[in-house]
C-alpha cells in the first residue's frame, strides 16, 4: 500500500454554544488546505450556554477529542510546548475571543513558532458591528461569511487604524445539501407541501410576539389542511444556545389547540430542509441556508422591519412578507445581486468560496516565524474597557491569570460538579422563569 501524502493538521476548536461549535468544527474543516490529515480537538467554554449532548449530536460534528473547560483551562493547555497545535479556532463570543487572544499572547511570549488563530461570526451580523469587530481583532484571521461583510469588516478596521489584513472572505461552513426541486415532481413522492418555521431563542422576545408568530403558524396550518406545517425548534425547555431563551415555544403551544398537521420538529437544520418547500423566519441563519439550496424563502415583516429583530438585514433580498401574504399564496422571489453578495453562492461557487482562506493558512503554516498576536485593544488604547473583559475570564491586564484564580490544572472534584451543575439549573430557572415574572411586575 502507497503511503499517504496528507499532512497531518492539528487543530484545536474553542466554542461557548452548540452553534457556535458547529460553526467553528465545520470551518476548521473548510479552511485547512487540501490533503490535510486533520485531527480536531474541540474545546467547550464552560458556561451558561455550554452545549448538551443532545445538542452536540444533533450538530452532528465529530471531533477526535471534547471536553468542557474554563478559559484558564484552554490557554494552560495551548501553553504547552510539547503540545503545540497547528491552528486554533475561536467561535466565541466577542469578549471571550479578546481574553483568549490576550491570554494566548502571554503563554506564547518569545516563540517564533505558534499556531495560527481564527476566528469569526457563526452567522448575520446585523448588531453590534464595531464592538463585535474590535474584540476579534488579532487573530491571524477574522473571516466574514460574505462579501458584503468582508467590506464592512475592512472599513471598520481601517477606521480605527487597526491592521485590516486579518480579514478574509469565506462564507458560511454549513451550507450544502440539495437543490431544490420544485418543478420535479419524482423529488418528493407522497410527500405533502411542507411549510417550516424556523424559530429563534431570542427573537422576537415578548410573549405578545411570540403568541401572535405562533396563532399565525398554526392558523396557516389549519387554512391549508393539505401541507404539513412544521415549528422547527433549535432546543428543548432548560437548554441554552447562542441566546438565552426565556419564553419556549414548547410552553406556549401547550395553551393552544394546533391542528393535526402541524408538529413541533427539532434536529440537524439541513435535514429537515431536505423536506421543506417554504422556509419562513424572521431573521434565522436558516433563512441563508434556504436560499443557498434555492428553497422559497420569507423573512416576516408581520412585527416591522426592525434592528432588534435582524430582518433589517434583508431589505433588498426580496424576501420580505407578511402571513397574509403568504395565507394568500405568495411566493417570494429572491434578488440574485443581494443573494450573491451575502455567501449563500446559490450559484454554484460555494466550493471555491473557502480558497482564499485555505491559500492564506498555507502559507502562514509555511512561515518560519510569525509575528506576535497584536489585538486593538491593549492596556493603552482601552483602559477602561479591556481590564473588565480580561477579567471576567480571571485574566489580568496583560494576559496572565488574577492572582486566586481558579485552579486549571486538575479536573474538578465530584462535589464541584454537582455544585456546578446546580448552580447551571438555577441560572436557566431563573432565566426562564423568575426575570419574566419580574419583568411582568415592572410592567404593571
Sequence with gaps: MPASTSKSLRVAVLADSDTRWKWGSLTANRVSPAGSDIRLDGFLLRGRATPTARQLEEVGVRADSLREVTALEFLRELGKEDDVYDVVVLALVGGAVQAVLH?????????????????????????????????????????????????RFRAVY???????????????????????AEHDPSARPGRPYTVVFAAQPSVPESRKDRTYLLDRLIGHARLHPDREVLLKLRSKPGEHTTHIEELPYQKLVQKADPPANFRLVYGHMGDVLDRTDLLVTISSTAALESLHRRIPTVVLSD???????????????????????????????????????????????????????????????????????????????????LPGILARHHLGPDGSP????PAADREPSPVRQFVRRAARGAYRHGVQRVAPVIRRMGEL
Excluded at 103 to 115: E, F, T
Excluded at 123 to 134: C, H, I, R, W
Excluded at 163 to 168: H, L
Excluded at 402 to 405: D, K, N, R
Design 103 to 151: 491570554g494566548l499572547s502571554r503563554a506564547w511570549d518569545g516563540r517564533a513558532k505558534r499556531p495560527l488563530v481564527v476566528t469569526g461570526y457563526v452567522g448575520v451580523v446585523y448588531e453590534k458591528l464595531a464592538d463585535g469587530l474590535l474584540l476579534r481583532h488579532g487573530a491571524d484571521l477574522v473571516l466574514a461569511n460574505s462579501r458584503q461583510d468582508a467590506d
Design 158 to 180: 481601517e477606521g480605527v487604524g487597526a491592521d485590516a489584513g486579518s480579514v478574509t472572505e469565506v462564507a458560511l461552513p454549513f451550507l450544502g445539501g440539495a437543490a431544490y
Design 303 to 385: 412585527l416591522g422591519v426592525r434592528e432588534a429583530l435582524g430582518n433589517h438585514h434583508f431589505v433588498g433580498s426580496g424576501c420580505l412578507a407578511s402571513w397574509d401574504q403568504l395565507d394568500a399564496g405568495h411566493r417570494p422571489v429572491p434578488d440574485p445581486e443581494w443573494v450573491a453578495r451575502q455567501g449563500v453562492a446559490a450559484d454554484g461557487s460555494y466550493e471555491t468560496a473557502f480558497d482564499a482562506a485555505r491559500l492564506r493558512i498555507t502559507g502562514l503554516l509555511a512561515a518560519d516565524e510569525l509575528p506576535p498576536l497584536a489585538p486593538y485593544y491593549t492596556p493603552v488604547t482601552a483602559p477602561g474597557y
Design 402 to 405: 488574577l492572582p486566586g484564580a
